[in-house]
């Protein structure tokens, strides 16, 4: 077991594969405000993705698969205590962590599977609901300029119930106006390969976010998951629209106070 | 009508999505319903009606066979005839021959889509019986030939406008964009149909067991002439919409509907209103089949169509673009494939949602909508009916996954890549081959990081000796 100094709890960060290899500057962000707020972070690098694009596409005997490997990455860890917690920086891994792997290991599955799966499911945690449940954080000093409103991700909101907690962190920024959303409890679209395989559906509630956005005035869109981040920004951008998407962890991290918060948190990489 | 239900899936969503008067419509109406609906709902201990609900319906589902036989018992000894149908065709013959043996000439009937699920009005026109629908909104969709696109609200993809263009038109009346208008129209055409008819027939919101009762609930009245008028009253029944003893703000946000109709029999001696004679139809066609198949979940839905207000997709698309079906949204999405085997709804429809579970949130017998929709897109892919190059990239995607060495390549090849073909200073994507063009086409895509988290911890671990990997 390493050393663990003083009763700092230790957490692993599962980064997800879109942060990993999209947006690692989400990842970074997420580590900085873990440790900020007292916690260790360690990076197991043998982590991939936890399988959810296929089981929502249906594709059981692969997602377990995924699964597993996330499994035998995690369960040791956790199941030896050399980590008290797995953080993500998205709704959507956890639930499928927290949820939809009991689903994965009900049916061909091994008890041992089983067993594995809802202790591991058990000790997963989305970023600000482990900040704010866990950690006991109330405020985050960050200072952000502009217009700001809250998109609750689905997974986040529907399967997690984590709602209070990012709103909560986001009310406490300096120097940030946040908006109302309208219709902010709809979908934004993306769905997964629903986003490839209804596209055009997709695209339309896409657009209808971005309307809603638009009329909230806001510069920036908060959310907790990048997979609609990444839909959102991509429809925002090509329709011309000046709003943004951003992950809270970025934003949370803006302890620059020369200016880093006047860059595109869209652009920097 | 400009989607077509006979279409493809991918052509009628597309005739959906260019349907500026059908999606006006449709935002004007479910942001209406979805917002009254949480209203009726807040003001009660939503919670513990809906566990409620959902108690009541399970117990009915787990004791199928023996409330169906007390229903059968205490209705036969209330003088009703019972009829029992396998399939569509069998309950449609039913009704066919009982209009037959009693010179039926015209028919009226109140708003049902069990009769909508087996096609019943087609029937009926068909052996040269004239069917009127009495319901406002069936009525002006029967004037307009079009099917149903919503469980309650059949008119919900037009807007009132279009309702003042077409009873002009049929019917001669002057404009109007006043609600109260058409149904004056509607009521004075309707008396005479009501007048007229020799058979009335209904569907069946719930039947009670214990005192043989048929219930429908209605908004307009007609459901009661329906039932009480002609000679001869038809009740068709789900074998699924039982109930040992009775229990909407789910579906229209009124905190009761206006008419609550309880039909246990025909006119006995010395009762002056109701028909000579009454019928029970009760339809199995699919239901037993969803049991056996494990989609019992499926059969709680009392069809109040909360799921549907609330649906994000339908909202886009309408009820129409869910095919030749009676049954559209979430809830559609589901039993329209299970219901009639339908092999092309199975391959499209539970694909049709972005798994938000905001249909699992509204339902008032907590029916979980999306496992269902994620246990029907197992069986296509179990039935190996998903496109090929799916499984093949999917099956590739997950080989990869397990394989830290194999992802962490393939991440730096994706990255080669997208790097090569982005452009501007944002290192944006705007154009990817087929099948990825689908995402371009309307959306840009960003290219992969310089250095992926992966790479970039490990720089740190060597830089500063941060806490150690495990």
Redesign the interface.
């Known amino acids: 077991m ?1 050393e663990r100094p003083g009763s700092r709890p230790r957490v ?1 960060l599962f ?1 997800t ?1 879109m ?7 989400v ?2 962000a997420a580590v900085d405000l873990l440790e900020r707020h007292g916690a ?10 936890c ?1 959810q ?8 005997a ?2 377990r ?2 699964a ?2 996330f499994l035998a990455v995690f369960w040791p ?1 956790i199941d030896q205590r ?2 008290d917690a797995i953080v993500a920086p998205s709704g959507s891994c956890v639930a499928m962590v927290r949820h939809f792997y009991r ?1 994965l290991f009900d049916e061909a599955a091994s008890d041992e599977d089983r067993r594995r799966a809802l202790q591991v499911g058990a000790a997963t945690y989305e970023l600000t609901e482990y900040l704010v449940d866990v950690l006991g954080v109330e405020v985050i000093d960050a200072q952000v300029k502009g217009k700001l409103t809250y998109h609750p991700c ?2 986040l909101l ?2 997690l119930g984590v709602d209070a907690q990012p709103r909560r962190l986001l009310a406490g920024l300096r120097g940030a106006e946040l908006v109302e959303l309208p219709g902010a ?3 934004c ?18 657009r ?1 976010k971005a309307r809603n956005l638009a009329a909230s005035g806001a510069d920036l869109v908060v959310m907790n998951d990048v997979s609609c981040m ?2 959102l ?3 925002l ?2 329709q011309g629209h000046r709003c943004r998407a951003v992950h809270i962890a970025e934003l949370l991290n803006r302890v620059d106070e020369h200016g880093s918060a006047d860059r595109d948190p ?2 920097a ?1 | 009508m400009r989607v077509d239900v006979r279409a493809p899936y991918k052509v009628r969503v597309r005739q959906a999505l260019g349907d500026e008067a059908m999606r006006t419509a449709l935002d004007r109406a479910t942001e209406q319903m979805s917002a009254r609906c949480a209203e009726a709902m807040a003001a009660v201990d939503a919670p513990r009606l809906r566990d409620e609900a959902r108690r009541i319906r399970e117990h009915a589902i787990e004791h199928l066979p023996e409330l169906l036989e007390a229903l059968e018992r205490n209705l036969t000894a209330n003088g009703c005839h019972v009829h029992w149908a396998r399939d569509a065709e069998e309950a449609r013959q039913t009704v066919l021959n009982i209009a037959h043996r009693h010179r039926v000439r015209q028919v009226v009937k109140s708003k049902s889509m069990l009769t909508e699920e087996i096609r019943l009005n087609k029937a009926l026109e068909r052996a040269a019986i004239d069917v009127v629908e009495t319901d406002l909104g069936e009525y002006i969709i029967q004037l307009a030939g079009e099917p149903p696109s919503h469980i309650i609200t059949p008119i919900i993809h037009k807007r009132i406008e279009d309702v003042s263009e077409l009873l002009q038109r049929e019917l001669g009346v002057p404009p109007t964009n006043d609600p109260a208008d058409i149904c004056a129209t509607a009521r004075r055409e309707l008396r005479r149909e009501f007048l007229r008819a020799d058979m009335g027939i209904s569907g069946c919101n719930f039947a009670i067991a214990e005192t043989g009762t048929i219930c429908i609930i209605t908004n307009e009245g007609n459901g009661r002439m329906v039932t009480s008028m002609p000679r001869l009253y038809v009740a068709l029944a789900g074998i699924e919409m039982l109930l040992w003893q009775v229990a909407s703000r789910s579906a229209t946000g009124q905190d009761v509907s206006v008419y609550f109709t309880l039909s246990s029999g025909p006119r006995r001696p010395g009762h002056p209103d109701g028909p000579d004679e009454m019928h029970v139809i009760l339809l199995d066609n699919g239901r037993s089949r969803i049991l056996e198949r494990g989609y019992r979940e499926a059969l709680l839905c009392i069809r109040c169509g909360a799921c549907i207000n609330v649906c994000p997709v339908y909202r886009e698309i309408g009820g129409h673009a869910y095919g030749d079906t009676a049954y559209s949204g979430p809830i559609g999405a589901v039993i329209t494939p299970l219901l009639a085997e339908n092999v092309a709804a199975a391959k499209e429809l539970p694909f049709a949602s972005s798994l938000c579970a905001a249909c699992r949130d509204a339902c008032p017998v907590k029916i979980d909508l999306p496992r269902l929709l994620l246990d029907l897109r197992h069986d296509v892919v179990q039935r190996k009916a998903s496109p090929v190059l799916e499984r093949v990239a999917v099956r590739a995607y997950s080989e990869t996954v397990e394989r830290p060495g194999r992802y962490r390549l393939a991440a730096r090849l994706a990255r080669w890549v997208t790097r090569l073909i982005a452009g501007g200073k944002d290192r944006e994507i705007s154009r990817l081959p087929p099948p990825l063009n689908a995402w371009t086409r309307t959306r840009v895509f960003p290219s992969f990081a310089a250095r992926s988290f992966h790479e970039q911890w490990r720089r740190r671990e060597h830089r500063d000796m941060r806490p150690p990997t495990e």
């Open positions: 390493a692993a980064v594969c942060v990993d290899t999209l947006y690692p500057r990842g970074m260790d972070v360690v990076f197991p690098h043998e982590q991939t993705c399988g694009p296929a089981f929502n596409a249906g594709y059981r692969d997602a698969r995924m597993r490997h860890l050399r980590i689903i689905c997974h529907r399967e409890d709809e979908c679209g993306f769905g997964g390969l629903f986003a490839l395989k209804n596209a055009e559906i997709s695209t339309a509630m896409g209808r990444t839909h920004n991509g429809i951008k090509r869209t652009n990489r």
